[in-house]
C-alpha cells in the first residue's frame, strides 16, 4: 500500500510540474519538454529518499528496497515521458 501511495505522490509531482511548466512555457510544447525535464531529477531524489527510509527505518535490506525503487521511480518517470512524446507529436 506505500508503494501505491509513493507512486501516486509521484503522479502528483508530475501533475505541478505540468501546471508550472504551462505557465512558464514560451509554448505549451516547450512548457511540457521543461517540466518532464524538471521532473524526473526530482522523481529521481524523491524516490531515492523513499529508498533510503526504507532501508535506515523500516529495517529492509538495500536488495529488498532496490526493486520497490525501480518501480516507484520507473512508473510516474515512463507516464512522465508519453505525457511529453504525445504533447510534442501533436503539436507540431
Known amino acids: 500500500m506505500h508503494t501505491l501511495k509513493v507512486i501516486a505522490g509521484g503522479f502528483l509531482l508530475l501533475a505541478v ?7 512558464l512555457g514560451a509554448t505549451p510544447a516547450a512548457g511540457m519538454a ?5 521532473f524526473v531529477p526530482l522523481w529521481f531524489v524523491a524516490a531515492a529518499v523513499n ?3 526504507g532501508v535506515t527505518r523500516a529495517g529492509y535490506s538495500f536488495a529488498e528496497e532496490a526493486p520497490v525503487f525501480g518501480v516507484v521511480f520507473a ?3 515512463a507516464v512522465a515521458l508519453l505525457v511529453w512524446w504525445v504533447g ?5
Open 34 to 38: 521543461t517540466a518532464v525535464k524538471v
Open 88 to 92: 510534442t507529436r501533436h503539436t507540431r
Open 75 to 77: 512508473v510516474p518517470v
Open 17 to 23: 510540474c505540468l501546471l508550472a511548466g504551462r505557465w
Open 51 to 53: 529508498l533510503w527510509l
